[in-house]
């Protein structure tokens, strides 16, 4: 197989860096299936990654991209076939395994998904990462008992990928969503991708936070942690459920046991990386069919191979909207 072009983290004097090198397939981690890629996508943890901003790398030198999808071209694994649209995100890729930003990647079987049925290999990165876990905490949220009928439900970081596309889910599920987010001017965005109601993060008075609320949400999928996620904890209806799953704000967590035990509320780990493949499969299943987001096109850009450099310090600075989707043949 001839040289093939890749995106490629290295550090030194610890300093990350990245830059296109040419690399055969030889030069790739161990892996079952081969994989020409189509899609990858960008995320906020492959910003952090290829800009140094965050320790998220754990071996050098590494191909960057979380997540891809593509056709297989060879696997010793009898689950996948040559000609097989595939799906692979999570676990080591694009951090400790050689990840999407390539046109070709090596992945264990074990890490690869069957493209679902009435999913496309550029709908499956335009969901990527975000889409999948956005929709994992909504069937977790569904596990303890989280349905339209019992209230609305709240979305923070509303502008993001897993923010963008919560919203899209729950609206098409027939939740009454409310998306909270501290860009003034996106209102008429999420309004179109499906919140009912917008709400400013600079209307919370977050200096002030209560052991326990006004009773308001069914439920919450929160992508910025400390304070905003502590006051929608204290805020949830009875028997509500809160999926936790990012930290653009605060790792930190100043709250009370008051909401889970004088409200039954539940707060849900979404950890995406390391889901058993049987769920994983399941969630994939339901993208491609009731969750499958009805506003796609209007929350995601597509660029080139060439122009990935251009989009990381937009994700670090917040001004990304939706998904950024890297088409690899452009």
């Keep these: 197989m001839d040289k093939f072009k890749a ?8 300093k990350v860096s990245g830059a296109f090198e040419q690399m055969d397939i030889d030069e790739l981690d161990q892996g079952e299936v081969v994989i020409r890629v189509a899609y990858s996508g960008v995320n906020y943890k492959d910003a952090l990654a290829a800009t140094g901003k965050g320790r998220i790398i754990r071996r050098f030198p590494c191909v960057g991209g979380i997540d891809l999808s593509g056709t297989v071209v060879a696997s010793s694994d009898a689950r996948f ?8 995100t999570s676990y080591e890729i694009g951090v400790a395994h050689d990840g999407g930003y390539a046109e070709y990647a090596r992945i264990p079987a074990d890490w690869v998904v069957p493209m679902p049925r009435g999913l496309t290999l550029a709908e499956a990165m335009a969901l990527g990462t975000a889409g999948y876990t956005a929709a994992l905490g909504i069937v977790r949220m569904e ?19 897993v923010g963008s596309i919560s919203i899209d889910i729950l609206s098409r599920l027939g939740y009454h969503v409310v998306a909270l987010t501290g ?21 919370l008075d977050l200096a002030k936070l209560k052991a326990l609320d006004t009773a308001t949400w069914a439920g919450a999928v929160d992508n910025l942690g400390g304070d905003v996620l502590a006051w929608m904890i204290s805020t949830m209806l009875q028997g509500g459920a809160v999926a936790s799953i990012g930290l653009a704000a605060s790792m930190s967590l100043n709250t009370s046991v008051a909401p889970f035990i004088l409200r039954g509320a539940s707060l849900l780990g979404i950890d995406s990386g390391y889901t058993p493949m049987p769920l994983r499969r399941q969630v994939w299943e339901r993208l491609a069919t009731d969750m499958k987001p009805a506003h796609l096109q209007t929350m995601v850009r597509t660029i080139a191979f060439d122009a990935l450099p251009t989009v990381f310090d937009d994700f670090i600075n917040a001004k990304v909207r939706g998904r950024i989707v890297v088409d690899m043949a452009e």
């Design 7 to 14: 995106y490629r983290l290295r550090e030194a004097d610890k």
């Design 143 to 161: 596990q303890v008992g989280l349905r339209p009928a019992n209230g609305p439900v709240i979305v923070s970081g509303a502008t993001g990928g």
């Design 81 to 88: 076939n040559k000609g097989d649209a595939v799906i692979a």
């Design 183 to 203: 860009k003034e001017g996106e209102a008429d965005y999420l309004k179109a991708i499906g919140a009912k109601e917008v709400r400013l993060r600079q209307s």
